[in-house]
């Protein structure tokens, strides 16, 4: 036997990969990921390195292979603990042991220092009004002029102070000298967020507040390190809940990372942990530079951070300590990487906690069913938090059948029961949202006047419509002909749904013409800010209604809204992918949850033509569990995540023909490579995207109870792909448990 072992000296050379042979004393004790010290180099210096796969065979010539020397006795570098997490990665989400290392190991780019200088205002508001009046009366305009931009930012850029404010440096110094300004020049860090430290607030935990925190922490103090999910509803002081936590955890001396979507990491959210740990929180986020992004790393590992906030990647900070990480959201598909390795964040988090003796901490109003699930099995704790943390009531929520409206004649968009109420609101000063869900939308097929939505008799979820008049199923590939005429009630409005954010934008403008109607999708969002820009304003109060995509149910809290519209609340419902409905549960709660955050008590309206589907009723009475019930059921039924682990293996390609002649001959050595017979193969089938620059594309997917047993096949596949010549043009990656079709 031989290990593959990736060793651990400049990180550059992390590409590659050396092998060596396992002495017999050594023969069964090693393991991917388990961390060795091999003789390296001309001098056979001893180094530590990493296994990251084994093989039976010798790439050079037996003699010249060097032995393992020993398992290392203790991980030093910090990095260590990554590369495990990396092999685990590559074992549970496929591609190589480089992609993966490369997406856990932070940009090794050293980039120059930037020195900044910065102008602080030393005085407090009171003395500063005094002394601007002082220079005001002496006519002295250009210290005025300073010390007035200063009492509104009291610490700012040396540059954009002598830009902006238009005054020189023996400005700024003769202010030092009086000791009103101090100039400050320091290697600033990219990506510090400078801030004054909040006075914290004490804040008196709610019963419910405080048993999760209690039961959390009688397990760390024991050592038990476990997974929790906060299941609170909107505005139930969860996060109040996590900081509790992290203050605790690191108190002890360790370290936490926090995970929020890119979407709700918001401005405030950011100040919040910010009041509470004051510069010991570092951020991470998309729009950062490698540059930025290096320097919060460095900090890290200078010991100057104890809690990481950041999306997805954040999850791979080189914590010397880790003690806690959470997961906020932790339903949103935004944790599930789209690049290889497909990782879910979730899931590496929960692996990481383990292998690093950390507790993680999952948060959601609507949990996924894999975070329940989990605690159902026993998996996880459950902490629970039914009460809004200041006493609002949940919104009030009435389902709208739009059949109905129809039948009475009403062939409008919005019903006569939204349209009543926003005439209330408008005329109470208040704010409204319209919620247009066009989530995960791929051309189902429904009955506008019973709703019927044509499906696939073979996998439960609903067909999509092709060119040509063509039905299609995204996982089996089942396919009928478009239909005239609904095949439950005869009617003729059978069709796809198509009204857009712009057409509802009108048209509230036109029923409503002295209302102030804001837009936020993707086109009025697609300048830098925009979507700040638009949010800001409606919580300023610039405008009574704003209607958007689902990017407005997300992260912002405005106490002035006290009615959320929800159309077409079907259309994620029926999107051509197993999860739909969970994601229509989710995204009903969540938006009715945006009305009645302030004072006034709120109300939302769902408008749909399913008001029997149980994603709809439960999302209505805001009951999870009914929900999850209902949900697991249907999994149950079709061998779904998370009761199934469901494998997809996406193909892309150039030629067709060749194409698809390689996906068969792929599900084919799947058969024959299940040899409990305990694999359900599905596909190929073709993606509602068929083609995309050019290249076409297929998909086979594979159930299975075991997850272990998926994996092993996986890798068998890996394999057969490798030596096989008529895979080289085809580009093939793995993703399990999908968030949608491909
Ligand atoms: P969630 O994360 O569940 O949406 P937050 O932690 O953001 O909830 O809390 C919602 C609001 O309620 C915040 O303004 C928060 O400061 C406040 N809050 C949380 N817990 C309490 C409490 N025990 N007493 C008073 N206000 C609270
Ligand atoms: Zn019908
Ligand atoms: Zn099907």
């Known amino acids: 036997m031989y290990a593959d072992i990736i060793v651990d000296i400049t990180h550059e050379k992390l590409d590659r990969i050396f092998q060596y042979s396992i002495p017999s004393e050594l023969e069964g004790e090693l393991s991917v990921g388990t961390e060795v010290i091999v003789p390296f180099g001309k001098g056979n210096r001893e180094t530590r390195g990493y296994v990251v796969s084994f093989s039976g065979k010798a790439d050079y010539p037996a003699e010249k292979i060097k032995p393992v020397l020993k398992k290392a006795e203790r991980s030093v570098a910090i990095e260590s603990k990554l590369v495990a997490l990396a092999a685990w990665m590559k074992e549970q989400y496929g591609g190589t042991m480089i992609q993966a290392l490369k997406t856990v190991l932070p ?45 509104d930012q009291p610490e700012q850029d040396y540059e954009l102070v002598t830009r902006k404010l238009n005054v020189t440096l023996t400005v700024i110094r003769s202010l030092e000298e009086q000791g009103v300004v101090s100039l400050e020049s320091e290697e600033t860090l990219r990506g510090s967020v400078h801030y004054r430290r909040h006075k914290e607030e004490t804040l008196h935990f709610n019963e419910e507040q405080e048993m999760a925190v209690s039961r959390f922490w009688e397990d760390y103090r024991r050592r038990i390190y476990g997974t929790y999910l906060v299941y609170g509803v909107t505005g139930s002081g969860k996060t109040e809940v996590y900081m509790e936590m992290i203050r605790r955890v690191t108190g002890l001396g360790k370290q936490a990372i926090v995970l929020i979507p890119e979407i709700a990491l918001t401005y405030q959210t950011v100040l919040r942990f910010y009041a509470h740990f004051g510069d010991r929180v570092s951020i991470l986020n998309s729009r950062m530079s490698a540059g930025e992004r290096y320097d919060q790393m460095e900090r890290v590992k200078r010991g100057e951070v104890d809690v990481m906030i950041g999306p997805r990647s954040a999850l791979f900070t080189p914590f010397q300590k880790l003690g806690l990480i959470v997961v ?13 390795p497909r990782y879910h964040a979730r899931e590496t988090a929960i692996a990481r906690g383990k292998m690093e003796g950390a507790s993680v901490v999952l948060g959601s109003a609507t949990p996924s069913l894999e975070a329940f699930y989990r605690c159902r099995q026993g998996k996880g704790t459950l902490l629970t938090l039914t009460l809004r943390a200041a006493g609002q009531k949940l919104s009030k929520v009435y389902t709208v059948d739009m059949r109905e409206e129809l039948k009475k004649g009403n062939r409008s968009i919005l019903s006569d029961r939204l349209k009543e109420l926003m005439r209330d609101r408008l005329e109470h000063k208040q704010q409204i949202m319209l919620f247009l869900n066009r989530r995960g939308y791929a051309g189902f097929v429904s009955c506008r006047s019973c709703g019927y939505v044509v499906k696939c008799p073979h996998c439960d979820v609903s067909l999509s419509a092709h060119k040509g008049g063509r039905l299609v199923c995204h996982y089996c590939g089942y396919e009928e002909r478009a239909k005239e005429a609904c095949p439950s009630c005869g009617s003729k409005c059978i069709g796809g749904f198509r009204a857009g954010t712009q057409q509802i934008e009108d048209i509230v403008k036109r029923e409503f013409a002295h209302a102030r109607v804001l837009r936020m999708d993707m086109d009025t969002t697609k300048r830098k800010d925009g979507h700040e820009k638009i949010l800001s304003a409606f919580s300023n109060g610039e405008a009574d209604i704003l209607v958007g995509t689902q990017m407005i149910v997300k992260g912002h809290d405005f106490p002035n809204v006290t009615l959320v519209g929800i ?15 969970e994601r229509t549960f989710e995204l009903l709660v969540q938006a009715a949850g945006r009305a009645g955050r302030g004072c006034a008590k709120g109300e939302a309206v769902i408008q749909t033509y399913s008001p029997e589907h149980y994603s709809i009723r439960m999302a209505a009475q805001q009951d999870y569990e009914g929900f999850y019930e209902e949900e697991m059921r249907y999994r149950k039924l079709m061998g779904y995540p998370p009761v199934s682990d469901l494998l997809a ?15 068969g001959y792929l599900k084919e050595f799947a058969v024959r490579a299940d040899k409990q017979k305990s694999l359900q193969i599905i596909g190929p089938a073709s993606p509602y995207v068929n083609k995309v620059n050019d290249e076409y594309r297929r998909v086979l997917y594979l159930k299975c109870q075991r997850k272990k047993t998926l994996t092993e096949i996986k890798d068998l596949l890996e394999q057969y792909i490798e030596i096989n010549r008529g895979f080289d043009c085809i580009k093939i990656q793995f993703d399990f448990n999908p968030m949608g079709v491909f």
């Open 328 to 340: 906020d959201e932790e339903h949103e598909s935004a944790y599930k990487s789209e690049q290889v």
């Open 649 to 663: 293996v996406l193909m892309t390609g150039a030629d067709e023909q060749h194409l698809e002649l390689a996906a």
């Open 107 to 151: 940009i090794k780019r050293k980039e120059p220092a930037r020195v900044r200088r910065r102008v602080r205002l030393l005085l407090d508001l009171e003395d500063a009004k005094e002394k601007l009046k002082y220079y005001l009366d002496k006519n002295q305009k250009a210290r005025a002029r300073l010390l007035a931009g200063l009492i």
């Open 567 to 581: 159309l077409a609340a079907d259309m994620s419902l029926y999107s051509n992918d197993y999860r739909s409905g």
